[in-house]
């Protein structure tokens, strides 16, 4: 609806769920009332975070301008597609600038991979292709995706999906949705970038189990954060997709499970993580198991803020919790608990560890980085005072997919809440004071 439909006696917009940005919101409830008609726009929450954050915070929609382009110009992978562009219309001569990098660098990295050619103190254009026809306006990856429906026979294309998001999308088996027709993936072709599917009427979606780990590189800036500290810096990651869950629609019970055998995949990129003093980890709670589920939690919550807070759709932002050398990930078991891993899948004890400091890592979802985690640093009190909001107004009692995701068991004998739990990891990183 957002792109360009005019129906021009349309009085009533209604929206199933927030659909994640204030200039999309507008766009879709702008489709009523064209002509100057009197119009009615109703939004319909989910029980997704952001949908439960719009609803209790009204002034955060009816109140902000729509979201603004933050990107980083400068990012290599992206200055290097307008140098490419640029070059292609007129060639560049030394001594000229463009962007905020060593412009002979990249002039000299292009020649290499034989798209200019220099002649002299000049760098001209050499392929025949147009280089803007293959840059993407919503991905920094290369090799996009094609879908091939291959139903009765055909071969005709119906989607093209981002390299970023093929390896949680397009595995074989996957049910993969084209305007709400659902098709199963039956073949991957991962070095041709094209996944085969054929139509079917499944009553169950699948959705894949990542495998995210986490090894910081440097950081930029730290800062205090209650009783840890909050940090921005360069992050190496890797993530894995073993397999996926069949979720049955409605009912959303687990009826199976398939294996993946995708090659991991490895991007270096900027990030924000939080980590609290192990002695108030020890102070604040009874077992490591129980600080593991409030991590959890708070990750949960503090994702969905923060793609409010930065104005960004929440899959822009990755998120793992760690202890930030790779040694071990946590991610949520199928009894409902916190679990750690190893990137091969292995379980292990975390009252074994010798040295436990589990940190929420918020990181910018595109190699490289678009710009995204300077401005989330710097609203990094904002988004935790904001989760803890977020998950104290929800009126369940001990958590649910409205406000820390599906950490779900409970222990009412040891007045053990994950919910509770989440709140004491954010208490423990809310600097008291902060504007």
């Not at 055909?154 to 390299?163: H, K, P, R």
């Not at 049955?248 to 993946?260: A, L, M, P, S, V």
Request: hydrophobic letters at 35%; one cysteine or more.
């Amino acid at each position: 609806l957002e792109l360009g439909v005019d129906i021009g006696s349309l009085d009533v917009c209604l929206l199933t769920g927030y659909p994640g940005t204030i200039a999309s919101t507008w766009q879709r409830l702008g489709r009523a009332g064209r002509r100057n008609r009197p119009s009615l726009g109703v939004l319909v929450a989910s029980s997704d975070p952001l949908d439960q954050y719009i609803i209790r915070n009204p002034e955060f929609f009816l109140g902000q301008s729509p979201e603004q382009a933050r990107i980083a110009p400068d990012q290599l992978l992206i200055l290097l597609d307008h140098v490419r562009c640029a070059a292609f219309e007129l060639p560049f001569r030394k001594g000229e600038t463009f962007g905020g990098e060593d412009l002979e660098s990249l002039l000299a990295y292009l020649e290499e991979q034989g798209v200019l050619h220099r002649e002299s103190d000049t760098w001209h254009w050499t392929e025949d292709s147009y280089p803007a026809q293959s840059v993407s306006l919503r991905s920094v990856a290369e090799g996009n995706f094609v879908v091939v429906d291959t139903t009765e026979g055909q071969q005709q294309i119906i989607a093209e999906v981002d390299f970023s998001s093929a390896a949680e999308t397009l595995y074989e088996g996957a049910i993969y949705l084209v305007q709400a027709v659902p098709y199963q993936v039956e073949r991957l072709d991962w070095t041709g970038r094209k996944a085969f599917v054929t139509r079917t009427r499944a009553d169950y979606y699948t959705d894949a189990i990542d495998y995210t780990r986490l090894k910081i590189l440097d950081d930029f800036e730290r800062s205090p954060a209650g009783q840890g500290e909050a940090a921005r810096g360069e992050v190496h990651i890797v993530r894995r997709i073993p397999g996926y869950k069949k979720i049955r629609y409605y009912t959303h019970e687990n009826i199976g499970y398939g294996n993946i055998h995708l090659p991991d995949q490895e991007i270096h990129t900027t990030a924000v993580w939080w980590q609290m003093a192990p002695e108030a980890l020890e102070q604040r709670f009874a077992s490591r198991h129980e600080a593991l589920d409030g991590f959890l939690g708070a990750a949960y919550a503090m994702h969905h803020v923060a793609a409010l807070v930065v104005m960004s759709e929440p899959q822009d932002l990755g998120r793992a919790v760690g202890d930030g050398d790779a040694r071990w990930f946590a991610t949520v078991g199928s009894n409902g608990r916190g679990q750690l891993r190893t990137l091969d899948g292995g379980e292990c004890d975390p009252e074994q560890e010798g040295r436990f400091r589990p940190a929420v890592f918020l990181y910018d979802h595109y190699p490289g980085g678009v710009g995204l985690s300077a401005p989330l640093f710097d609203s990094r009190d904002r988004v935790i005072r904001d989760a803890l909001s977020l998950i104290r107004q929800c009126d369940c009692a001990h958590g649910c997919p409205g406000c820390i995701g599906p950490i779900l068991a409970s222990d009412e004998v040891r007045g053990f809440s994950p919910k509770q739990a989440a709140i004491t990891v954010l208490e423990g990183l809310e600097s008291h004071g902060a504007a």
